[in-house]
């Protein structure tokens, strides 16, 4: 295992990652130049809004976009493999063994013809070359892990016997059956129900530790992320413009935008005053601004800021931001 | 009028409800369900919406909420049950048709793309009801223009666009332009910015407020986002599997819940705040199927308080009076359910 030998202690290292959908009319810039790695056992959340790239930055990771129209360029590697240099057996030892992902609907990742224990099952057996048997003792123990009650008379359940809650716990432990050491989730309890959802986070935060896979959550939720990420990044047209420890974003923000996404989440405003809102809308990611993609909706633009895009900054140990104002602002504290 | 409805209140005026719901039914039939085997999607719910207030309404997913919207509006015919509308009853031979109920109130959905005609220019759909509910072809088209601007869409460089040119937040401008277009009194507003993103529904919630000022709405207004509900209500309804469990001010359903299901609603928010995170769900399980759903309180198969009683009645909303009453439906604020832990309500007015 050379993986061992290596210096870089991550999990995940994710350069210059850009993905982009060609078709005939136009040229769709998905993903502008990520960059982000994750520890063993740590959690980041990717937040951000609809269209930003979150889901193709996951898919990115696991070669899950259609390979035909999708142009990648970039590096990533999980483990210490090479991910865009994976021949397909490869890949397919990787998905659902050393990376596991779910996803928002649980439905797309269960298919409804066969049980829920026949799923598992066969997924341990595929992955682990274990006896049915064993497999079936394994299966009922990762459903039992996932808090599923009578979890043996579950084993039995087509997927749309199951509440949605009940059905995103399956998919939790199909995720779990192979011990993976990443697990890509893409905002897989934004459909559930409040009450739901708090039950999924908490189990999900509790394996995580347990089981201690890393983690790379994707939401759209500031609450959510602020209930299981370690370390934030936000994702703005493509790019992360802002990253660093949760608590230390979510206190003191350092990019406009995500000042302003906290600004406008509702959360206890005085009801007699105005949101603090960001005027205007994302950009058409066909026709990307020059420059720093969020300056048209920013109320500290500069001509510099259209001129080109700007540099990561690091004001601070773990933080980064790509604002040219951030250095400024940060010293004007220290 | 020789039917006055039994409400404390004087019909018309300030003082009159704008809206008041009694006991409206809802079931529906299963499809390749057992025999006889319905959803009881709205079953039993009563309110009043007073003028000029914004009634939030919350509850999970299915709870019934889009239901209550649609009987509100007689897009559906309730199975049981009684509206009245300014004090007329609505469809009954001495009161107003659905007609003229469906000229002062209007609905917003989530979904814009049902709700708008790909192929006409946005300037023309918001025109259609003026020009439906009797103005001419150019006075419905000045209508349109004057409330576009109003809703913060420039009418020359928006109006001649097809909804597909629009983002989300300016098609649901759009929306909320052509249901005021015909000057309702009333909007039901259904999950109306949750398809948002966080940054365009700030602005659209900053517009709807505004609008209500403006033109004296009064709003219904269905979200399953307490935070949302919590900035735009002046009272809130609380729904589990079809009917209502609290109803008050907003500030007591925040501040002094009274059903065990809205307390752990309320914890079941995330704390926004990383040191302090929610270690334990407040409750656990998912909610039960509307289609058999438990008898008694329908709550008690999750609440932390119930006892045989929960399972033997059906607990009531109890009485209320006016805007400041709080009211719930839970045996344990009431003396007389033998509850061992019954106590009278503090909060009712
Ligand atoms: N297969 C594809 N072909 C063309 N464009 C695509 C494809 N997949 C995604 N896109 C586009 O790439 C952009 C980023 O999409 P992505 O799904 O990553 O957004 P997201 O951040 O996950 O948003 P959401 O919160 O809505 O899920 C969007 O503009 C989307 O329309
Ligand atoms: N036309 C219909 N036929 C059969 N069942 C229906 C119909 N409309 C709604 N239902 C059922 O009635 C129940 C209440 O649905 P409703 O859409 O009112 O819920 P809701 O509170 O609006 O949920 P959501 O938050 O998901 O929008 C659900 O169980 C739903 O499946
Ligand atoms: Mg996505
Ligand atoms: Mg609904």
Known sequence: MDGGMKLAPNLVEVEDLTVRFVTREATVHAVNGVTFSVRPGEVLCILGESGSGKSVTLRALMRLLPPRRTKITGRMQVDGQDILSLDRGALRRLRGGLVSMIFQEPMTALDPVYTIGTQIIETICKHKGISRSAARARALELLELVKIPSAAQRLDNYPHELSGGLRQRAMIAMALSCDPRLLLADEPTTALDATVQIQVLILLRKLQRELGMGTIFVTHDLGVASEIADRIAVMYAGRIVEEGPVADVLRAPLHPYTQGLMASTVHGQARDQDIDAIPGSPPDLRRLPAGCSFAPRCRYATPECRASIPEPRSPEPGRMARCIRVEAAVHSFA | ?349
């Open chain 2, 1 to 349: 009028m020789d039917m006055m409805p039994p409400s404390s209140f004087d019909r018309g005026g300030p003082a009159q409800p704008l809206l008041i719901a009694r006991d409206l039914r809802k079931h529906f039939k299963v499809k390749g369900g057992a025999p006889g085997a319905v959803v009881r999607a709205v079953d039993g719910v009563s309110f009043t919406l007073f003028k000029g207030e914004t009634l939030g309404i919350v509850g999970e997913s299915g709870c019934g909420k889009s239901t209550l919207a649609r009987l509100l509006l007689h897009l559906i015919q309730p199975d049981e049950g009684e509206l009245v509308f300014d004090g007329d009853t609505v469809a009954e031979v001495r009161g107003i048709s659905v007609n003229a109920l469906r000229r002062q109130v209007q609905m917003v959905f989530q979904d814009s793309y049902s709700s708008l005609n790909p192929r006409m220019p946005v300037q023309d759909s918001v025109a259609f009801g003026p020009y439906v509910h009797g103005k001419s072809r150019s006075a419905a088209r000045q209508a349109a223009r004057d409330i576009l601007v109003k809703v913060g869409l420039n009418p020359d460089l928006f109006g001649p666009r097809y909804p597909h040119e629009l983002s989300g937040g300016q098609k649901q401008r759009v929306n909320i332009a052509r249901a005021l277009a015909i000057e309702p009194r009333m909007v039901i507003l259904d999950e109306a910015v949750s398809a948002l993103d966080k940054s365009v529904e700030a602005q659209v919630l900053n517009l709807l407020r505004a609008l209500k000022a403006n033109f004296n709405l009064t709003y219904l207004f269905i979200s399953h986002d307490l935070n949302v509900v919590r900035y735009i209500s002046d009272r809130v309804l609380v729904m589990y599997l079809g009917s209502v469990v609290e109803l008050g001010p907003v500030d007591e359903i925040f501040s002094r819940p009274l059903h065990p299901y809205t307390t752990a609603l309320l914890g079941s928010r995330p704390s926004m705040d990383p040191a302090n995170r929610i270690e334990e769900p407040p409750i656990t399980g998912d909610p039960p199927s509307p289609i058999d759903p438990p008898s008694g309180c329908r709550f008690r198969t999750r609440c932390p308080h119930a006892e045989p009683v929960c399972a033997a009645k059906p607990p009531v909303l109890g009485e209320w009076h006016d805007r400041t009453s709080h009211v719930a439906a839970c045996h344990l604020h009431d003396p007389a359910s033998g509850h061992s832990m019954a106590r009278a309500t503090v909060g009712a007015a």
